[in-house]
Nanobody
Framework: QVQLVESGGGLVQPGGSLRLSCAAS????????MGWYRQAPGKQRELVAT???????NYLDSVKGRFTISREDAKNTVFLQMNSLSPEDTAVYYC?????????????WGQGTQVTVSS
């Protein structure tokens, strides 16, 4: 059984910063790519950022230069540093990870953490 648990969301003023964390736990053999997605009310879930097992990164165009994804493999954790936040960044943010267990490989999702950018 694998679980992803996110933390770090909250309410922040425009121009502010937040750091999201997502820790994977359970019978993990190896974690490949990890990433963050978000879903705003009335919109489809979109990919925000991904990081490979080799630390190659990919970002949604609208967050490039503002958001930074990183990972700490020793703790099975992925982070999303979000700077210069705007109201358009308001959404539920979900962690995703491509994980090998002894039963095989699957995609796993966190429960989501709310990020609200408002004055």
């Amino acid at each position: 059984q694998v679980q992803l648990v996110e933390s770090g969301g909250g309410l922040v003023q425009p121009g502010g910063s937040l750091r999201l964390s997502c820790a994977a736990s359970g019978s993990i053999f190896r974690i490949n790519a990890m990433g963050w997605y978000r879903q705003a009310p009335g919109k489809q879930r979109e990919l925000v950022a991904t990081i490979s097992s080799g630390d190659a990164t990919n970002y949604l165009d609208s967050v490039k230069g503002r958001f930074t994804i990183s990972r700490e493999d020793a703790k099975n954790t992925v982070f999303l540093q979000m700077n210069s936040l705007s109201p358009e960044d308001t959404a539920v943010y979900y962690c995703n990870a491509h994980i090998w267990t002894y039963s095989g490989v699957s995609d796993y999702w966190g429960q989501g953490t709310q990020v609200t950018v408002s004055s």
